[in-house]
């Protein structure tokens, strides 16, 4: 299995990115695909998930009205579009996925995870 992140970079305060991640080696619309982040000296953090078939996702209390995840199952890819970017927000931004459960935020619950994309957002 691979997840392969990109998408990230270095934007101003208010401005918006679209992460993206490809998956390979599995049977990805039966999958709860989750984005979390990690900023220097801090816990990885859950960000949003949704589930294989779309029906069920969740986005953190942080990030809520501001960030989407979405998903294309036809192109095996989950997405993260963040608009109102915050310096905040500034973390490497991880794509994960499980076949455990179709509602869990936690990272132990994913089984796989991608390398990671870094976004900075200057104030």
């Known amino acids: 299995v691979q997840l392969q992140a990109s998408g990230g970079g270095l934007v101003q305060a208010g401005a918006s990115l679209r992460l993206s991640c490809a998956a390979s080696?599995?049977?990805?619309?039966?999958?709860?695909m989750g984005w979390f982040r990690q900023a220097p000296g801090k816990e990885r953090e859950f960000v949003a998930r949704?589930?294989?078939?779309?029906?069920?996702?969740k986005e953190a209390d942080s990030v809520k009205g501001r960030f989407t995840i979405s998903r294309d199952n036809a192109k095996n890819t989950v997405y993260l579009q963040m608009n109102s970017l915050e310096p905040d927000d500034t973390a490497v931004y991880y794509c994960a996925a499980t076949s455990r459960t179709l509602r869990s935020s936690t990272p132990c619950d994913y089984n796989f995870w991608g390398q990671g994309t870094q976004v900075t957002v200057s104030s």
């Open positions: 949704m589930s294989g078939g779309g029906g069920v996702k």
């Open positions: 080696g599995l049977t990805f619309s039966t999958y709860t």
